[in-house]
């Protein structure tokens, strides 16, 4: 599915795939939350991890049933080479990596930073993030941003997809155990405003739905090394994605030519 504007909106996809996300995260989540209530937390009872996981990727999961269903992909094998369409340029990679990189550098100048993990650890942290949170992106930036680009053009299509994107993450707010838990759900939302516009800037310029999702496990990756205060600080998260949102509108506009190729 090329982000062209001039394909047509396809509702029955687009509203599909929305309704049937957050119809697979609300019972996957809906669990976690109920049995936290109930003292049943992902640190006491390892089993509710999985559907933990299942909330985390139900963007991909109904991306693969509605477009099979629509007839975009024709099976399983089809719709992981047009997740994982890993051949691309050497500036579409640099691209990916270098946005990571801006955001972390960023949010730690503006709320400061403490280190974790030893950096070494990052290829293999990387590896694991692309399926513990990237696989979003099988749904967000396959299905969600391309489409609204069809009809909206890129700053709508971004800012919609953030908020859409910022709400199916709500449930995580209330889970015990999870990372999000009893933090600052609002200061989470204006980051999540950055990282929509980086990761369409991302798709629109280079086509592709496996550099969205390395992208997005870089950024969850990078965290784990440079611990920033990613949920308490208002002008960290407001300057940070002001920065990131008007680089990705530039480099959107005036790089089209040079990414078009790839």
């Given at each position: 599915?090329e982000?062209?504007?001039?394909?047509?909106?396809?509702?029955?996809?687009?509203?599909?795939?929305?309704i049937?996300?957050?119809?697979?995260?609300?019972?996957?989540?809906?669990?976690?939350?109920?049995?936290?209530?109930?003292?049943?937390?992902?640190?006491?009872?390892?089993?509710?991890?999985?559907?933990?996981?299942?909330?985390?990727i139900?963007?991909?999961?109904?991306?693969?049933?509605?477009?099979?269903?629509?007839?975009?992909?024709?099976g399983?094998?089809?719709?992981?080479?047009?997740?994982?369409d890993?051949?691309?340029?050497?500036?579409?990679?640099?691209?990916?990596?270098?946005f990571?990189?801006?955001?972390?550098?960023?949010?730690?100048?503006?709320?400061?930073?403490?280190?974790?993990?030893?950096?070494?650890?990052?290829?293999?942290?990387?590896?694991?993030?692309?399926?513990?949170?990237?696989?979003?992106?099988?749904?967000?930036?396959?299905?969600?941003?391309?489409?609204?680009?069809?009809?909206?053009?890129?700053?709508?299509?971004?800012?919609?997809?953030?908020?859409?994107?910022?709400?199916?993450?709500?449930?995580?707010?209330?889970?015990?155990?999870?990372?999000?838990?009893?933090?600052?759900?609002?200061?989470?939302?204006?980051?999540?405003?950055?990282?929509?516009?980086?990761?369409?800037?991302?798709?629109?310029?280079?086509?592709?739905?496996?550099?969205?999702?390395?992208?997005?496990?870089?950024?969850?990756?990078?965290?784990?090394?440079y611990?920033?205060?990613?949920?308490?600080?208002?002008?960290?998260?407001?300057?940070?994605?002001?920065?990131?949102?008007?680089?990705?509108?530039?480099?959107?506009?005036?790089?089209?030519?040079?990414?078009?190729?790839?």
């Amino acid at each position: 599915m090329e982000n062209n504007k001039e394909e047509l909106f396809n509702g029955k996809v687009f509203f599909g795939h929305l309704i049937l996300t957050f119809v697979i995260m609300g019972i996957c989540w809906g669990i976690c939350i109920i049995t936290g209530i109930n003292g049943m937390t992902l640190n006491d009872c390892p089993w509710l991890y999985i559907p933990w996981f299942a909330g985390g990727i139900s963007p991909a999961i109904a991306s693969y049933i509605l477009l099979k269903k629509n007839g975009e992909v024709t099976g399983f094998k089809d719709w992981i080479k047009h997740v994982f369409d890993f051949k691309h340029s050497v500036q579409a990679y640099i691209l990916t990596i270098l946005f990571p990189i801006l955001h972390t550098i960023l949010m730690c100048l503006l709320s400061g930073y403490r280190k974790g993990l030893p950096i070494y650890w990052l290829p293999l942290m990387i590896l694991a993030m692309i399926f513990a949170g990237g696989l979003e992106e099988a749904g967000w930036r396959y299905i969600t941003f391309p489409e609204l680009n069809k009809k909206l053009g890129f700053l709508l299509s971004a800012l919609i997809t953030a908020v859409i994107w910022w709400l199916w993450h709500l449930p995580l707010f209330f889970i015990p155990g999870a990372s999000q838990y009893q933090k600052n759900f609002f200061v989470f939302g204006i980051m999540v405003l950055g990282l929509s516009f980086m990761m369409g800037a991302i798709r629109s310029l280079t086509g592709s739905v496996w550099l969205c999702v390395l992208c997005h496990g870089i950024v969850n990756s990078i965290g784990n090394f440079y611990h920033y205060d990613m949920y308490g600080s208002y002008p960290a998260a407001g300057i940070t994605a002001a920065v990131i949102i008007l680089v990705s509108c530039a480099i959107s506009s005036c790089l089209k030519k040079f990414f078009k190729n790839f």
